[in-house]
């Protein structure tokens, strides 16, 4: 199958033009609170909460990894309708893989997540990311490292791209070395970094 080359080709160092520039990556503080959906989400899916064993550097893309990444975006997006949580489940903050098919922006981001770790992406790459909309509102994005810079798979939109050129102010993402902790984004705003409900 595909999916399997795809982490011997990192190895290879053979870097996608698409990443060529390079970009700084996410600045990342302290560990802070978990949001509570997802901590509801580790409780029914502890395996995919758990700390990382080996070495958690970012991961060097290929050409290969780099269009598996696209592809699996753009197949997400377009195979998921956006749907909130009051309409699937009667009630707020609910984190799931969209089984029947729908769900909202943090289903989005963890059957994206589901699906590169799959293709060989590392779980110590691919780290959902809470964000602050331009209109305030809270959103998840997927957060792909990489030794290029971090960029972000978004419900939003099928264009991925370096976590700076977003339109989103950043709160916390999953650390690196542990599925189930958080850290904070130190992007230099006064904003609260708060628990999603």
Known sequence: MVFGAIAAMFSAGLLAPA???G???MPI??????PIGHFEFCQQHRRDCEPHSGPTGPARLTSFGWQSVEAINLAVNAGIEPMTDEELYGREEVWAY???GAGDCEDFVLEKRRRLMKA???ASDLLITVVRKPNGEG????????SKGDFVLDNLSD???PWAETPYTFLKR???FDAGRWVKVETGTDLPVASLR
């Open 23 to 25: 970009m700084p990556a």
């Open 98 to 100: 969209p089984k029947s």
């Open 159 to 161: 264009e991925i791209l």
């Open 139 to 146: 959103h998840a994005v997927l957060t792909l490292r990489s």
């Open 120 to 122: 060989g992406f590392s």
């Open 19 to 21: 990443l060529s520039a």
């Open 174 to 176: 999953q650390a690196s």
């Open 29 to 34: 503080g302290g560990i802070t609170s978990q």
